[in-house]
């Protein structure tokens, strides 16, 4: 069982950036994948990015996010840079055994945080 909870959510101006943690409970953080996906209002939710042994980031959001993860501390992070208003949602933070872009492939959710860019 992986508990999973998210921070760094918030309001930023079009331009700026954001950082989301994700910390996760459990000893074998470091054999999940990792991910974010997040979630605009009347859409379904959609992957951002990835990252087990490699990254993978929806094309959305290529040379402007990047994924990393600290396998000492359990975290995982998503650096958001160059923010559109098309990138307002909650992001979820999600952990699986397989390498996947597809949510129903995922095992653990976090329970959102809200990121809003105001234009």
């Known amino acids: 069982q992986v508990q999973l909870v998210e921070s760094g959510g918030g309001l930023v101006q079009a331009g700026g950036s954001l950082r989301l943690s994700c910390a996760a409970s459990?000893?074998?953080?470091?054999?999940?994948?990792m991910g974010w996906f997040r979630q605009a209002p009347g859409k379904e939710r959609e992957f951002v990015a990835s990252i087990s042994w490699k990254r993978i980031y929806a094309d959305p959001v290529k040379g402007r996010f990047t994924i990393s993860r600290d396998n000492v501390k359990n975290t995982v992070y998503l650096q958001m840079n160059s923010l559109k208003p098309e990138d307002t949602a909650v992001y979820y933070c999600?952990?699986?055994?397989?390498?996947?872009?597809?949510?129903?492939?995922?095992?653990?959710w976090g329970q959102g945080t809200q990121v809003t860019v105001s234009s």
């Open positions: 999600a952990a699986t055994t397989k390498v996947a872009v597809e949510p129903s492939l995922w095992d653990y």
């Open positions: 459990g000893r074998t953080f470091s054999s999940y994948t």
